[in-house]
């Protein structure tokens, strides 16, 4: 499944250190695309082992996180606006 990924920390006393965990987990799993956002293509079992990593950090009454699920990125219609960046841009 292609998933889209977008998070929101409270920036609370605790709210740094849990960001910099939620932002590794999601790079293990996805492409880094804007502040917040990820996305990527996952298996079901990797899509598992995300939810539960994501939920040992995230506070249920503080922060947020929201999946966008499609079949697959060609059924995703995405538009750029202002400055874009291909972060994939550094592999060969």
Known sequence: ???????DISMDEKGQRILSRVYKICKK???HIQNSVFE???????YVKLRQELK???????DSVIIFKSRHE??????FWG????KTSNFL
């Open 83 to 86: 400055k874009t960046d291909n």
């Open 29 to 31: 799993y996805l492409i």
């Open 56 to 62: 040992k950090y995230i506070r249920e009454e503080k």
């Open 74 to 79: 060609k059924w995703l219609d995405k538009e």
């Open 1 to 7: 499944m292609y998933v889209v990924l977008v998070y």
């Open 40 to 46: 990527g293509e996952l298996s079901p079992s990797q």
